[in-house]
């Protein structure tokens, strides 16, 4: 058996004019994250996190922000083709952990049906998929209201 771990990790900043899309969802705030993509933070994590575990680079490898087809695409959307890539090789998740880092808005209402949009995607049971929440105790980009970062690691399998 194969077993390989990844880490991702991803921040863009809060801008006026766009929806704040985290964890495949719309979450209601006065701002929303700048980005190539709808700019999904943690989905962009674990795409990442994905990817590395593989040995295949990272988002900007695989999703240009210099192509246009990716404009504004969901990052739904990627994480699908990533789960494809995954597949494509002979592996399957096992489990993946992930941190969001926020200030504001509060996100605990939302984890539990992130947890499930993301499950979907990546074709495993909810309890493979562990999303978290931390604030940024008012240091840094974060902590400022300016920014959300998000952090993940996954093990991979191939028998």
């Known amino acids: 058996m194969t077993v390989r771990v990844g880490c991702g990790w991803d921040i863009h900043p809060l801008v006026e004019g766009r929806k704040l899309i985290l964890g495949g969802l719309e979450i209601p705030h006065t701002r929303g994250l700048q980005g190539h993509?709808?700019?999904?933070?943690?989905v962009h994590a674990i795409c990442d996190a994905l990817l590395g575990a593989m040995g295949e680079g990272d988002l900007g490898r695989h999703y240009p922000s210099s192509d246009q087809r990716f404009k504004n695409i969901s990052s739904m959307k990627l994480l699908e083709d990533v789960v494809g890539k995954l597949r494509a090789r002979g592996y399957h998740l096992s489990n993946v952990d992930s941190t969001i880092i926020a200030q504001a808005p509060r996100l605990s209402p939302y984890l539990?049906?992130?947890q499930k949009t993301i499950a979907e995607?990546?074709?495993v049971d909810p309890g493979l998929?562990?999303?978290k929440v931390k604030s940024g105790?008012?240091?840094?980009?974060v902590g400022r209201e300016e920014a959300v970062a998000a952090q993940a690691v996954c093990l991979i399998e191939r028998d």
């Open 121 to 123: 995607v990546l074709q």
């Open 112 to 114: 539990a049906a992130m």
């Open 137 to 141: 105790e008012g240091l840094d980009a």
């Open 37 to 42: 993509s709808d700019s999904d933070a943690l």
């Open 129 to 131: 998929v562990n999303v």
